[in-house]
T-cell receptor, first 116, second 113 residues
Framework: AQSVSQHNHHVILSEAASLELGCNYSYGGTVNLFWYVQYPGQHLQLLLKYFSGDPLVKGIKGFEAEFIKSKFSFNLRKPSVQWSDTAEYFC??????????????FGKGTKLSVKP | DADVTQTPRNRITKTGKRIMLECSQTKGHDRMYWYRQDPGLGLRLIYYSFDVKDINKGEISDGYSVSRQAQAKFSLSLESAIPNQTALYFC????????????FGDGTRLSIL
């Protein structure tokens, strides 16, 4: 069965520090990859997505992620975090059948706390 | 944005009660989903529906049932609630055609005493 692993449960950074959150998945076929963010008390919102093409994907709020197929990874990065980035981040994967998609499989999430 | 609306937003109830959580959407999407979120476990899929006549079990369907009353409405029921069903429940939608990511409602926080 497909699975998604997020290596860090809780990351604590100071403002202006750089961020990298790890995500690995287990499926060997064609996949779509997503990062979602959940701010405290809110629902999930899409940060960025990868379907095909350039493996370096840029999303909202200065976030980016790089798909490395050989490593089955899709790590999220941001050069300089802000206090407002404090949230929980979820990596998700689904299978790409070429015109339709399988169901999303979520990682367990990484809580990011940014100290002002 | 209120494209996906969940009711109620919060509910406290007792063990053994029947609970219904409702979800409606204005996005015109074919697929609808119910997830539960527990601390440290991420989101887990309970049930999903590709259209009104198509209902499928997800990863953790035991103890739950669903009804797809119309393309826009998908309700989740707990027939006899138990404390370990205390969680945050999210409804989501996606478009069947293409590779659209899912859109989430604001969640229902359910506490079972």
């Amino acid at each position: 069965a497909q699975s998604v692993s997020q290596h860090n449960h809780h990351v604590i950074l100071s403002e202006a520090a750089s961020l990298e959150l790890g995500c690995n998945y287990s499926y060997g076929g064609t996949v779509n990859l997503f990062w979602y963010v959940q701010y405290p008390g809110q629902h999930l919102q899409l940060l960025l997505k990868y379907f095909s093409g350039d493996p370096l994907v840029k999303g909202i709020k200065g976030f980016e992620a790089e798909f490395i197929k050989s490593k089955f990874s899709f790590n999220l990065r941001k050069p300089s975090v802000q206090w407002s980035d404090t949230a929980e981040y979820f990596c998700a994967v689904n299978e790409n059948y070429g015109g339709s998609q399988g169901n999303l499989i979520f990682g367990k999430g990484t809580k990011l706390s940014v100290k002002p | 944005d209120a494209d996906v609306t969940q009711t109620p937003r919060n509910r406290i109830t007792k063990t053994g009660k029947r609970i219904m959580l409702e979800c409606s959407q204005t996005k015109g999407h074919d697929r609808m989903y119910w997830y539960r979120q527990d601390p440290g476990l991420g989101l887990r899929l309970i049930y999903y529906s590709f259209d009104v006549k198509d209902i499928n079990k997800g990863e953790i369907s035991d103890g739950y049932s669903v009804s797809r009353q119309a393309q826009a409405k998908f309700s989740l029921s707990l027939e006899s609630a138990i404390p370990n069903q205390t969680a945050l429940y999210f409804c989501a939608t996606s478009d069947l055609v293409g590779n659209q990511p899912q859109h989430f409602g604001d969640g229902t926080r359910l506490s079972i005493l």
